[in-house]
């Protein structure tokens, strides 16, 4: 499997677009209204971050990538940059009924953090070019610094609208970090796709893809533990034996495995005290992820949190598996 699109077909879009919302009371009834928001700016150096939308940067004038929107406010917020389609390439579940409200469509794509296979890349984009039809396109995973500017990145050369080396040179605008040198190598690798390459693309994207069952959830993250155990094993460095195996990416991919578990509705994650247990085993797991993509040296700290993970893993299989 390759992890990027190569060669004549690209793209990735992971983007997520962001900006504040004024919020302006009508006269009548109370009922607030979003002022309009002015979106990021190709010129723009720094992402912006708006009213429960973050880390937004522009890959074109109309095409936007940032965090996920958080609540009723981060939609308004879209809504007022004039959003029109929204395109998650993270593994939870989009909020499809707070999209709706504010007249906003969603396609759901998800994407990995060592890159991304061409027949998804080539999706992303012809999903990307359809969606401008409408209006502005929104482009995001979860954080909007890494995923989401990977595949933005790479959309954007894929569509013609940038140089690799300027979307790259974008991404790190974005806040990637170095570390995450698949979704670098996306963009890096990517070329222009041709109008019959881009329609010969299927074109019915899903709203929501299929939710992971808890019972898959926790097969993949004990897999990814056990690769996180040879990481640490070899000091934090890609194993010999295993060279293809990124630090970073498999402690992000623990991280965002604890975050779907967290906001999981199956009857297991009903029960009292489960969410609770989650928290405190997502929270090291995403301070190793980040220590990682900062380029962290200090193996003792870094096996210290992953110890906290493995710990708060055993308490919580002894709650509510054993």
């Known amino acids: 499997m390759k992890n990027c699109v190569?060669?004549?077909?690209?793209?990735?879009?992971?983007?997520?677009?962001?900006?504040?919302?004024?919020a302006a009371c009508s006269s009548g009834g109370g009922r607030h209204e979003a002022?309009?928001?002015?979106?990021?700016?190709?010129?723009?150096?720094?992402?912006?971050?708006?009213?429960?939308?973050?880390?937004?940067?522009?890959?074109?004038?109309?095409?936007?990538?940032g965090s996920a929107?958080?609540?009723?406010?981060?939609?308004?917020t879209l809504a007022a940059m004039g959003i029109k389609t929204v395109i998650t390439v993270d593994g939870a579940a989009p909020n499809l009924a707070e999209a709706k409200k504010h007249g906003l469509r969603y396609i759901h794509l998800p994407i990995g953090?060592?890159?991304?296979?061409?027949?998804?890349?080539?999706?992303?984009?012809?999903?990307?070019?359809?969606?401008?039809?409408?209006?502005?396109?929104?482009?995001?995973?979860?954080?909007?610094?890494?995923?989401?500017?990977?595949?933005?990145?790479?959309?954007?050369?894929?569509?013609?609208?940038?140089?690799?080396?300027?979307?790259?040179?974008?991404?790190?605008?974005?806040?990637?970090?170095?570390?995450y040198k698949g979704l670098y190598a996306c963009a890096a690798e990517a070329s222009v796709m041709s109008a019959a390459g881009l329609d010969?693309?299927?074109?019915?994207?899903?709203?929501?893809?299929?939710?992971?069952?808890?019972?898959d959830v926790m097969v993949r993250l004990d897999e990814a533990m056990e690769r996180l155990k040879e990481v640490e094993t070899a000091g934090w460095t890609a194993p010999a034996h295993h060279p293809d195996l990124v630090p970073v990416a498999e402690a992000a991919r623990v991280a965002d495995l604890l975050r779907l578990l967290h906001e999981d509705r199956s009857e297991v994650a009903?029960?009292?005290?489960?969410?609770?247990?989650?928290?405190?085993?997502?929270?090291?797991?995403?301070?190793?992820?980040?220590?990682?993509?900062?380029?962290?040296?200090?193996?003792?700290?870094?096996?210290?949190?992953?110890?906290?993970?493995?710990s708060a893993c055993k308490a919580c299989h002894t709650a509510y598996r054993d």
């Open 6 to 22: 190569r060669g004549g077909g690209v793209a990735m879009v992971i983007v997520a677009a962001g900006c504040a919302v004024l």
């Open 270 to 310: 009903k029960r009292e005290g489960f969410g609770a247990k989650i928290d405190a085993n997502h929270a090291p797991a995403q301070k190793l992820e980040d220590m990682l993509a900062a380029g962290s040296t200090d193996v003792e700290a870094m096996s210290a949190e992953f110890k906290k993970v493995n």
């Open 200 to 215: 010969a693309v299927r074109a019915d994207f899903p709203e929501v893809c299929k939710p992971e069952g808890m019972v």
């Open 69 to 76: 929107p958080e609540g009723a406010e981060g939609f308004e």
């Open 35 to 65: 002022a309009k928001v002015d979106a990021p700016l190709m010129g723009d150096q720094v992402p912006r971050n708006y009213t429960r939308l973050h880390n937004v940067v522009a890959y074109h004038p109309d095409v936007f990538s």
């Open 113 to 179: 953090y060592n890159g991304f296979e061409d027949a998804r890349g080539e999706e992303l984009a012809r999903a990307t070019r359809d969606s401008l039809a409408d209006g502005p396109v929104y482009i995001h995973c979860h954080h909007g610094k890494h995923r989401s500017a990977g595949a933005a990145g790479t959309v954007a050369v894929a569509l013609g609208w940038m140089t690799p080396e300027q979307a790259v040179a974008r991404m790190k605008v974005s806040g990637t970090a170095p570390a």
